[in-house]
């Protein structure tokens, strides 16, 4: 056996191994080792190996697609009640209704029940209001793993369902990508802007969501490149949109919507002081304690340029002031220990308006 014969031999048996090593349906592991069975009679007969790279990436994919794999769930609403108050500050409503959602799951899993029985959440809101944030304050609360599909400007349902493996560069989609990336078949899996599909696609892409959130359905959910019924009855969807005017019908029969409300100034200026600014002077790598900022400046902080409903320019603005504190650290304008005073007479140093 030449030494190319043997770098072909060895790769089998690599794949051999993978395949005793994963929990495979018996169904799709005997496809599996039939794949093998062909390559090893072309390697023994000298034959052609062009489907050898194919067989090798559909082999590892199949491999770590998590058939048998869960996380064990944190059924405690106490304990998910303090993870929504420790990641957001107000939004009273919402926590209820989600507590509310969450105590129905958790009935239904000491009852041994499906969750995709209950509505999927859609939470619709203006940008910086917190979807997303609540989407992975859930998925905390449970104890699960989060995977994040962005449907912003997709433009192809094959993003999603995957591609045949007929063609050359085929692969499995959005779906099993984030299953295999969790490692869990109990993972979160958020769907994110779901509104802003693009036009030409929609139409297709929303065909693909009914089935994902679909219980008739998605407890056999086919990607076109993977060819195997995937169960994903006990994922946990969460969508979130801007508005529902882009969504179709069949899809919002599937969901329950809430409605995420703007913050209030007052709402913004406790977030800002007792959630972001404290995180983001850690992230800047500001040692504690060293910036701190006058009560009476806050307005000013919260509004440089005017209403915004949600909080992604309050974040923007506190980033700003950090990092030109930064730049003055590492440019020696500051002395070790030093603290540094935001006020009405240097803020407009800091603020980028």
Request: aromatic share 4%.
């Amino acid at each position: 056996m030449d030494n190319t014969a043997q770098g072909l031999d060895s790769q089998i048996q690599k794949l051999e191994q993978s395949l005793q090593a994963a929990k495979l349906p018996p169904d799709l592991l005997e496809k599996a080792n039939g794949m093998i069975d062909i390559l090893k009679v072309s390697l023994r007969q000298g034959g052609n190996y062009s489907n050898l790279e194919g067989a090798t990436n559909y082999i590892n994919v199949i491999s770590e697609i998590p058939f048998e794999s869960e996380t064990k769930d944190i059924l405690d609403l106490n304990h998910a009640k303090e993870v929504l108050d420790k990641n957001h500050y107000g939004l009273q409503n919402i926590k209820d209704k989600i507590l509310e959602y969450m105590a129905s799951l958790i009935l239904n899993m000491h009852q041994g029940q499906s969750l995709n029985r209950a509505p999927i959440l859609c939470l619709i809101g203006l940008v910086g209001t917190g979807k997303t944030t609540l989407a992975y304050s859930i998925a905390e609360a449970l104890g699960r793993p989060i995977e994040r599909i962005p449907l912003g400007g997709m433009g192809d349902v094959r993003a999603l369902r995957g591609q045949s493996r007929l063609f050359a560069d085929a692969e499995p989609g959005q779906v099993i990508k984030k299953l295999i990336h969790a490692k869990n078949k109990n993972c979160v899996i958020l769907l994110d802007e779901l509104d802003r599909i693009t036009e030409g696609a929609r139409v297709d892409i929303m065909g693909a969501l009914v089935e994902l959130l679909d219980p008739e359905q998605n407890s056999a959910f086919t990607d076109h490149y993977v060819d195997y019924p995937v169960d994903l009855s006990k994922v946990l969807f969460i969508a979130t949109a801007n508005n529902s005017t882009n969504i179709s019908t069949a899809v919002l029969d599937r969901l329950e919507l809430l409605q995420m409300p703007s913050y209030s100034d007052e709402e913004k200026m406790m977030i800002g002081k007792n959630y972001l600014f404290p995180r983001i002077t850690k992230e800047s790598g500001l040692p504690p304690d060293m910036l701190r900022i006058e009560e009476n400046l806050w307005p000013a902080i919260i509004r440089p340029l005017g209403f915004d409903s949600g909080i992604r320019s309050l974040e923007r603005t506190i980033e700003g002031i950090c990092r030109k504190v930064a730049r003055m650290i590492v440019e020696g304008k500051v002395k070790q220990g030093a603290i540094i005073t935001l006020n009405s007479q240097n803020i407009s140093q800091f603020l980028q308006v």
